[in-house]
């Protein structure tokens, strides 16, 4: 599976538009974008994936760019809920192993 | 919503004690994984299995053993907990391998 990047840890005011970044410039053509964000001490919780097309549903959008070398999850309205730790990972739909959860980013919304 | 179940929530216990987390989920998942989960840090796969009777061990070194005779159940024995085992022990489910349901996790002390 890519290898992802993330950013450490962002801020969003309450309210506003939250973009987290992700880099995966070693994707390949059959492998999917998948987020996941982690609650403090609870199991993290699945976001959306996507291969190349935007995605959107209740929770997020997820925007990949064209060459699919990076991505960015939109939370459009954050609230003080949605601060957590977010996971961007890679892999190949219905491959044969596990999801790896690498360090993710760490979003803190500010009231 | 996700039905799976952790026991205990808690648990502190002496050294030297065998102890075993319960893991049940009511979605009929093929797939049930552990990961464990130090405060602050990354969650490493410890088991998986993809069928009764099929475990297998994950990237992360643990000296905890699992079983899994009935596809709802997957518990996770330690034979004798030591202060190092000392951590989160979070439980996850699947249909296929991308998206994950996650219980609320045991953590578990040892003194």
């Known amino acids: 599976d890519a290898k992802t990047t993330q950013p450490p840890s962002m801020d969003c005011a309450e309210g506003r538009a939250a973009n987290l970044p992700c880099n995966h410039s070693?994707?390949?053509?059959?492998?999917?974008v998948y987020w996941y964000r982690q609650i403090h001490s609870q199991g993290p919780q699945y976001i959306i994936h996507g291969l190349k097309n935007n995605e959107t549903n209740e929770m997020a959008s997820l925007i990949i760019t064209e060459d699919r070398k990076s991505s960015t999850l939109i939370l459009p309205h954050a609230t003080l809920r949605d601060t957590a730790v977010y996971y961007c990972i890679v892999r190949v739909f219905s491959g044969n192993t596990p999801l790896v959860f690498g360090k993710g980013t760490r979003l803190s919304v500010i009231a | 919503e996700a039905d799976i179940y952790q026991t205990p929530r808690y648990l502190v216990i002496g050294t030297g004690k065998k102890i075993t987390l319960e893991c049940s989920q009511t979605?009929?998942?093929?797939?049930m994984y552990w990961y464990q989960q130090d405060p602050g840090m990354e969650l490493h796969l410890i088991h998986y299995?993809?069928?009764?009777?099929?475990?297998e061990k994950g990237d992360l070194s643990s000296e905890s053993t699992v079983s899994r005779i009935r596809t709802e159940h997957f518990p996770l024995t330690l034979e004798s907990a030591r202060p190092s085992h000392t951590s989160q022990y979070l439980c996850a489910s699947s249909r296929g391998l991308e998206k994950l349901f996650f219980g609320s996790g045991t953590q578990l002390s040892v003194l």
């Open positions: 070693t994707i390949s053509g059959n492998e999917y």
């Open positions: 299995s993809y069928g009764v009777n099929s475990t």
């Open positions: 979605m009929g998942h093929d797939k």
